[in-house]
């Protein structure tokens, strides 16, 4: 994994030559008509497979930020999604709230679960969105020392609650060139660290497909963050919380 390493060391240098802006992406600043979609707390059998064949429906990569504790539960599963042509980010070793973590085993913590899914999925993951959105500075800072970029986002498809299909597609399809979309391929639970409560019923495949749909309406493409990212300028904004 020498190449990985190289691109972590490198990463970290870029960091400290241009000085990191304090923040988290938000969206990116781009022309391409191109919006990013992403899907947490997978993988998981069954509603990955079916997010991945709407995809692959619709022409669509997506970035999929996703749970250690699901990852070892599916390895198998994790390569296919890297082998469909999605990316591959980290949402944690487990769902738990960082900022209610002790704070000097976050740095460790970070850059332990970035190794691991590197080796898992055999590719660099460069973006890491903290569980709930939950970060403050230490865990800012903790992220970027570990080599990654933290990732919130903007529109949701509102798929972690219940409420109608009609309104999840109303939320999902406000985005414009640029926006991160935020979508769900599991549900963290205890096997996780944390009780949020039961999951909602949906199918996540024809969800998914209809979210493809409105946006090819409006003339928009979805995509991974990478591949986002790299038609424009990454837009961040401090947001923390304690
Ligand atoms: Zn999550």
Do not use: C
Not at 78 to 93: F, K, Q, T
């Amino acid at each position: 994994m020498s190449a990985l390493h190289r691109l972590r060391n490198g990463a970290v240098t870029a960091v400290r030559r241009v000085g990191a802006p304090v923040g988290s992406v938000m969206r990116v600043r781009t022309d391409a008509p191109l919006v990013a979609l992403t899907f947490d707390d997978g993988p998981v059998d069954g509603d990955t497979q079916k997010v991945l064949a709407a995809l692959g429906d619709a022409g669509a990569t997506a970035t999929f930020f996703v749970l250690l504790t699901r990852v070892r539960r599916a390895p198998a599963l994790l390569r296919d999604v890297v082998a469909a042509g999605h990316e591959i980010a980290l949402h944690g070793p487990d769902h738990r709230r960082l900022t209610t973590l002790p704070p000097d085993s976050v740095r460790s913590r970070m850059r332990d679960s970035r190794s691991e899914l590197e080796d898992a999925a055999g590719v660099p993951v460069r973006w890491f969105r903290p569980p709930y959105g939950a970060q403050n500075m230490r865990i800012w800072r903790a992220t970027r020392a570990a080599g990654m970029t933290p990732v919130l986002w903007g529109p949701t498809l509102a798929d972690w609650r219940t409420t109608s299909t009609e309104e999840r597609l109303r939320l999902a399809v406000q985005g414009e060139r640029g926006a991160i979309i935020l979508g769900h391929d599991g549900f963290a639970d205890a096997v996780d660290g944390v009780d949020d409560g039961p999951a909602p019923e949906l199918d996540k495949g024809r969800l998914v497909s209809a979210v493809a749909a409105g946006y090819a309406d409006k003339g928009l493409s979805l995509r991974s963050l990478g591949g986002v990212a790299a038609s424009g300028r990454l837009v961040r904004e401090a947001r923390f919380t304690h």
